[in-house]
């Protein structure tokens, strides 16, 4: 198991690296040019000189080095600096958008609160009311609670979040005004009225992205019930007179989890993709949002860095599923 | 009596799959949902003959004809369903929304699929191709899609405008997009089947009597592959008609001024409070439209699988 994880981690090293080099090249080779935006007015030869303070002048494959130097080396030597107050990086050049002329990180360190509050809150929220359903759904095949669940979860997975979001929005802040439209970043956690508030604005968004996420776990969840259920073994307890309850929660539940830890596991990195789309509806501050304005504002290093992390985490909890099923199913042998 | 023997042997396997599918309460619903909507969009143009982008100022912001019933309401029934800011009708934009929202939809769709087979059936039939196609497919899995999608829609937008004209080179694009990041299922599912027809016997017979690679491949194997690929075109509308909204809706679909379900959507964003009508009919377009679909796909997969047809 040791070796199988050592294997399957540093061959990550290449799959990041090489798709390091994909969003680049596509960044690179795309017509695009930071520099269309910028006023008529300037001469060409001033337009120039700020294309080489972008460090727009060098070939390609310096600029992918640098920027991989960057990531790989000089950001993290800063947050050991930041963390334990040495002086690693002794100043060397971060990662610098060219909308905010800030470290990219710096930004995306504002950001990443709101997203994982949001979004990470959802997908709990989404995973708690997905198992229940999907092994009650399991148990009573075909009964009315199947049939709804059945029901609401294809509704779940076909209904896009922006416009359930929408929806949401017109019925409990229009209509109702439950419920504020608008997450407000600025408001600080102190006292039980302001914790209110909190919960109130998070409802909507966290509500939205947990009824797509547990659709689709739901259905994992009952297909592997399902599937468990006509196993010999449950006949097996049956026979020696265990209890439903017992057979159910401890014999089949705990078989049937295998493959949905590793569901649940490959998913995580989808919901942030997917918030970007929430976060829009709901003007949450996230980094789905950020994206959005670096990718309409030409900001390349902030778009191939959050692009970058994208797909980090997308190979980071592949990795994690693979390890995951290997741990809980002894039958699976990678060795 | 003769007869009735004749009719029997006439039948075949696709009635078995016609008569299990109609059993399939939601699957028929939702295909009876995709015809409909699919005559509105055609037909729709022919019957309701308002020009969806003319503006009409002085009937502009009018409400659709149920809001008559709170009273207050100024309706009437030239719009039935109201105008919009600039008195263009929303009942003809939903039409001619729905009509760019489709054809996006079966396009994309049926270029990922051509695409997922064409990888799906050359990884399973080569085994020289198998590794490097698979690998291929493994990486394009864990790119980030939507980012991707985002990023490519800005780059190449303004070229393909100019080349193609502005609508006609979003609608390129957008279709080629779609199709090129959600063929990976597909072309996984194809090589499994692949890998597993190539150990029949009747694979081997034909290739006993010196059957080229290509006739194998089109008169053997992609028959019977049909009902994966089937159940994945499926589930392929459905996504690609949610990534078109999902593009519109942030802004870098198609241009403005030209609906599409999602545009139409996004538009009306701002103005809900007031007007929620306009945000409630495109977006109950799109989610009953992915919905059928989805049902579709649901009943076509019970119906071409062989243990469950005939229970």
Not at chain 2, 214 to 222: D, F, S, W
Not at chain 2, 251 to 259: A, E, V
């Given at each position: 198991m040791l070796t199988f994880t050592i294997r399957r981690s540093l061959l990550a090293i290449p799959t990041l690296l090489f798709i390091a080099l994909v969003i680049f090249l596509l960044l690179e080779l795309a017509p695009g040019d930071p520099m269309s935006e910028m006023p008529l007015t300037i001469p060409p030869e001033v337009k120039e000189k700020m294309r080489l303070a972008l460090g727009l002048g060098q070939p390609w494959y310096t600029r992918f080095y640098l920027w991989l130097y960057q990531f790989f080396v000089v950001e993290p030597q800063y947050w050991i600096d930041a963390l334990f107050g040495t002086d690693l990086a002794q100043g060397a050049q971060r990662i610098i958008s060219f909308q905010s002329r800030s470290p990219v990180f710096e930004v995306i360190a504002q950001r990443i609160p709101q997203t994982l509050w949001v979004v990470g809150m959802s997908y709990v929220v989404g995973v708690l009311i997905a198992l229940p359903i999907g092994i009650i759904s399991a148990t009573r095949q075909y009964s009315w609670f199947d049939n709804l669940g059945t029901l609401i979860s294809m509704i779940g997975f076909s209904v896009p979040t922006f416009f359930s979001g929408v929806l949401l929005i017109v019925i409990f802040s229009v209509n109702l005004g439950w419920f504020p439209s608008i997450y407000d970043t600025t408001l600080v956690v102190d006292d039980f009225s302001s914790l209110m508030m909190q919960i109130k604005q998070m409802a909507m968004p966290v509500f939205v992205l947990a009824l797509y996420n547990a659709a689709q776990i739901s259905r994992f969840m009952r297909a592997s019930m399902l599937d468990n259920l006509g196993q010999d073994y449950v006949r097996t307890a049956r026979a020696k007179g265990m209890k439903e309850r017992v057979v159910v929660l401890r014999h089949v539940l705990r078989n049937s989890m295998i493959p949905v830890v590793t569901v649940i596991a490959l998913g995580v990195p989808g919901v942030f993709g997917g918030a970007i789309i929430t976060e829009q509806v709901f003007k949450v501050n996230g980094l789905g949002q950020l994206l959005i304005i670096a990718i309409h504002g030409n900001d390349i290093p902030m778009v191939m860095t959050l692009t970058f992390i994208f797909a980090a985490l997308i190979v980071l909890f592949n990795l994690i599923a693979d390890i995951l099923y290997g741990v809980l199913d002894p039958r699976i042998r990678y060795d | 009596m003769t007869e009735d023997l004749l009719q029997v042997r006439v039948r075949n396997q696709w009635w078995d799959v016609w008569d299990q599918f109609k059993t399939h309460r939601g699957a028929v619903w939702g295909g009876g949902f995709l015809l409909f909507i699919t005559l509105f969009v055609l037909l729709g143009p022919y019957i309701w003959q308002l020009d969806a982008t003319k503006l009409d100022i002085r009937n502009k912001d009018l409400r659709p004809f149920y809001t008559a019933l709170s009273g207050t309401a100024n309706w009437t029934w030239a719009h039935p369903l109201g105008t919009d800011n600039l008195g263009r009708d929303t009942l003809a934009k939903l039409i001619e929304g729905g009509q760019v929202s489709l054809s996006v939809g079966w396009v994309a769709m049926a270029l990922a699929l051509v695409l997922g087979t064409l990888i799906g059936v050359l990884a399973g039939y080569f085994r020289r191709l198998d590794n490097l196609l698979m690998r291929f497919t493994d990486l394009v899995l864990s790119l980030p899609l939507l980012p991707l999608l985002l990023v490519m829609m800005l780059l190449f937008r303004d070229q393909l405008r100019a080349a193609f004209g502005p609508e006609t080179g979003i609608f390129i694009l957008i279709v080629v997009v779609i199709g090129i990041t959600s063929w990976m299922q597909t072309a996984r599912i194809v090589r499994g089947d692949v890998l597993a027809?190539?150990?029949?016997?009747?694979?081997?017979?034909?290739?006993?009597?010196?059957?080229?690679?290509?006739?194998?491949?089109?008169?053997?194997?992609?028959?019977?592959?049909?009902?994966?690929?089937?159940?994945?075109?499926?589930?392929?509308?459905?996504?690609?008609?949610?990534?078109?909204?999902?593009?519109?809706?942030?802004?870098?679909?198609?241009?403005?001024?030209?609906?599409?379900?999602?545009?139409?959507?996004?538009?009306?964003?701002?103005?809900?409070?007031d007007y929620p009508e306009r945000v409630i009919w495109p977006g109950l377009a799109i989610s009953l439209t992915v919905l059928s679909v989805n049902y579709i796909g649901d009943g076509l997969r019970d119906a071409l699988d062989p243990r469950i047809r005939g229970l």
């Open positions: - | 027809l190539k150990e029949r016997e009747f694979v081997l017979a034909a290739r006993s009597i010196g059957t080229p690679a290509y006739r194998m491949i089109i008169r053997h194997l992609l028959p019977n592959v049909m009902s994966p690929i089937m159940v994945s075109a499926t589930l392929g509308l459905a996504n690609a008609i949610i990534t078109e909204s999902a593009l519109s809706f942030l802004g870098l679909g198609f241009p403005s001024d030209y609906p599409t379900w999602g545009k139409l959507l996004f538009d009306s964003v701002d103005r809900m409070a």
